[in-house]
């Protein structure tokens, strides 16, 4: 009679235990439009000229979004995207939805909100697999990594290293300072 008792103790508690609360769930009943996450991974979703990607990040504890993935574009070729941008312990105050929007075939990546940092966001980024020749690059090309303003204009940031690869049209660059969220591309060095 013991091992029954036991049993029914066991399964019991492995019933309560297994039953999923709604307090975690991506949806929610009351309101399916709200996505809530409580992932490590920033949220994917689609815009009309590729994706984005949105993270909640606290300033005061800082924080990091990293996306790596392989995807197929317009002209079915594959291209490889690497992001990390890492934000330091107080980097700003409060939390803020940073949203990233990547763009390959521009080389180019945007950033909101548009926020200034105590310390400098750090970011490493790759393309790999675009058509660099789309982009202005020849296979002697040397590149650099700035801010860009709307009016054309150009501001030069500090980084560790920006390099493009031909053999794998491949653009990178690594340890990127950013000073403040905008938009940010890889351009042509002159001579």
Same mark, same amino acid.
């Given at each position: 009679m013991k091992f029954f008792g036991t049993l029914i103790l066991v399964f019991l508690t492995f019933i309560l235990l297994s039953c999923d609360s709604t307090e975690n769930s991506i949806i929610s009943l009351e309101n399916p439009t709200i996505v809530i996450s409580d992932s490590a991974e920033p949220i994917v979703y689609s815009t009309?000229?590729?994706?984005?990607?949105?993270?909640?990040?606290?300033?005061?504890?800082?924080?990091?979004?990293?996306?790596?993935?392989?995807?197929?574009?317009?002209n079915n070729d594959t291209v490889m995207i690497r992001i990390s941008l890492v934000f330091d312990p107080n980097s700003f105050q409060g939390s803020q939805?940073?949203?990233?929007?990547?763009?390959?075939?521009?080389?180019?990546?945007? #950033? *909101?909100?548009?926020?200034?940092?105590?310390?400098?966001?750090?970011? $490493?980024?790759?393309?790999?697999?675009?058509? /660099?020749? +789309?982009?202005? #690059? *020849?296979s002697n090309s040397t590149i650099d990594?700035?801010?860009?303003? $709307?009016?054309?204009?150009?501001?030069?940031? /500090?980084? +560790?290293e920006c390099k493009i690869k031909w053999n794998t049209q491949k653009l990178y660059v690594k340890k990127a300072e950013?000073?403040?969220?905008?938009?940010?591309?890889?351009?042509?060095?002159?001579l």
């Open positions: 009309q000229t590729g994706f984005a990607l949105i993270k909640e990040i606290n300033g005061l504890l800082g924080g990091e979004i990293n996306f790596d993935s392989t995807l197929v574009d317009e939805q940073i949203i990233i929007i990547p763009d390959a075939n521009s080389g180019s990546i945007q #950033f *909101t909100p548009a926020m200034v940092f105590k310390k400098p966001a750090k970011l $490493d980024l790759e393309y790999s697999g675009i058509n /660099l020749t +789309n982009l202005g #690059f *020849t990594f700035v801010y860009m303003a $709307d009016n054309g204009s150009i501001e030069y940031i /500090l980084k +560790n950013l000073p403040h969220f905008s938009r940010y591309v890889f351009v042509r060095k002159s």
